[in-house]
């Protein structure tokens, strides 16, 4: 019962929410289409995710993110599952060891995945065939750009929502994995020193 | 008290008295109003009107708390009767739609008594692809199977791509991947319907390899010719916009209009058994 009352189980409660909020915006008529080019709601969702939480918890949603996408499109099963995991766990490790969890580095980090993924559907769904280029230029880059625009707004009703926050409070710049390195590091030295000290006091 | 009775104060009211009652028996007997009784009823008119609104405003308000519980119990009956008729009124729409659902397929199944059908109806549309593709209710605890074709009472929409439990993914005739053994209805022209990169987003497919001396026009009907037993024989797939040369080819290809919207379909049928139905893959393109 604790664990229901517990802030955890209501932030992912919440998250369930909006996965199942974004698969509906994706596959029923609820989608505004532009030149006849969707966004991908499932896709935004995943990598908002991976801009703030762990690399295994991305891992997980990302993967159920990408199979509910599986069961709707002739893609073959696991497709998508694989492709989001492994896009949604590149995005959370860039932000861990490289750059600070805020929106810039977030759109930044995302273009990449976004545009992989398009391209990694428009080879499977169209399985290269004649004219394909046409369609990639013509649809499924498009769609990727209009994913891209649509993560700002996405991406700030998130942060809205489940209150994502700086995993830190340290000033810019400073990485908060790197500056627990540095500390272990400087940490070993002290222990080092002292012990060199404690054997030259021995010795004298 | 002897000189309250000898007093004019007693005298005076005693004649009032008098008077009164001589008037009303007058009146009584002789059958006509007293006019005390009209002095009395003017000036009394008002107050009386008074005392009834107050009155039946303290009545109303008793009899609202003694017969709540009967005005409550009939409410209630009454809500329960409105339920039932709008109940009632939703199932009657449900059943005249799905009627006139079965009405065009009834004409369908009398032409080919072979067919099994199984409705469906659309429940999501995968929009990561510009081919039409969209999810259908019906899977295989439905009798549903892989490749089974998908009509509707218009003509031929495709094919299932992908079957689970509960539900299917149709592949359409937008797809460049699926392809349908076809023929002109007026000129048996036959050929192969597929779908195009260029063409799926216009919402158009193509038939290819049609002969060289094709009498193919605009606005000709193409229907499936059951060749490969993947689609039943004489299925509409559309009419012809446009007849094209293949470019380096000798041969010849048409623009074709889906009879079906595919974008907007709602409702479908699989025909899960026909006369002529092969398990064997369907070729698709490469």
Not at chain 1, 128 to 137: F, G, I
Request: with cysteine.
């Amino acid at each position: 019962m604790k664990f229901l009352k517990s802030p955890k189980f209501k932030k992912y409660f919440f998250y369930g929410i909006a996965m199942l909020v974004m698969y509906l915006i994706q596959f029923t008529p609820f989608m505004i289409s532009i030149g006849g080019v969707y966004f991908s709601p499932m896709l935004i969702l995943t990598l908002c995710f991976a801009s703030h939480e762990t690399d295994f918890h991305t891992m997980i949603f990302s993967m159920i993110c990408g199979m509910l996408v599986d069961v709707n499109s002739l893609c073959p099963i696991g497709f998508h599952a694989i492709v989001y995991m492994l896009l949604g766990v590149f995005v959370c490790l860039m932000n861990k060891f490289y750059f600070q969890r805020r929106f810039s580095t977030a759109f930044v980090i995302s273009f990449f995945p976004i545009v992989l993924n398009a391209v990694l559907e428009w080879i499977v769904g169209t399985k290269l065939c004649e004219n394909a280029v046409y369609l990639l230029t013509d649809f499924y880059l498009p769609s990727a750009i209009y994913s891209l625009v649509m993560f700002i707004p996405f991406y700030a009703l998130f942060t809205l929502l489940f209150g994502f926050k700086r995993v830190n409070n340290k000033p810019r710049g400073v990485v908060p994995e790197k500056l627990e390195m540095v500390r272990r590091k400087y940490a070993a030295r002290a222990a080092r020193a002292r012990k060199r000290a404690a054997r030259v006091q021995k010795v004298k | 008290m002897r000189f309250f009775f000898k007093s004019k104060r007693f005298k005076a009211l005693l004649s009032i008295i008098l008077v009164i009652a001589v008037l009303g028996g007058l009146a009584g007997v002789f059958m006509f109003t007293a006019p005390q009784s009209n002095i009395f009823g003017t000036i009394a008119r008002p107050f009386q009107s008074a005392a009834t609104a107050v009155s039946d405003f303290f009545g109303g308000i008793a009899n609202r708390f003694s017969n709540s519980g009967e005005f409550e119990q009939k409410n209630k009956e009454l809500q329960e009767k409105l339920d039932e008729a709008n109940y009632n009124l939703t199932d009657y729409e449900n059943v005249k739609r799905q009627l006139a659902f079965y009405e065009d397929y009834l004409k369908i199944k009398k032409e080919n008594e072979s067919f099994e059908f199984q409705p469906a109806v659309v429940i999501g549309r995968d929009t990561s692809q510009p081919f039409g593709t969209f999810t259908i209710n019906a899977g295989s605890s439905a009798g549903v199977s892989l490749y089974d074709p998908v009509i509707t009472s218009a003509g031929l929409v495709g094919y299932v791509g992908e079957v689970s439990l509960t539900q299917s993914v149709v592949k359409t005739i937008l797809n460049p991947t699926l392809n349908v053994s076809a023929l002109d209805n007026r000129t048996v022209d036959s050929g192969n319907v597929t779908g195009d990169a260029t063409l799926a987003r216009d919402g158009l497919c193509k038939i290819t390899y049609l002969p060289r001396e094709n009498l193919v026009a605009a606005g000709d009907f193409i229907v499936s010719s059951g060749e490969g037993g993947v689609f039943p024989k004489g299925q509409i797939i559309g009419t012809v916009e446009q007849v094209k040369s293949s470019g380096n080819d000798l041969g010849y290809y048409a623009v074709i209009k889906p009879i079906v919207d595919i974008a907007t379909v709602d409702e479908v049928m699989v025909i899960t058994a026909f006369e002529g139905q092969k398990s064997l893959k369907p070729s698709e393109q490469k």
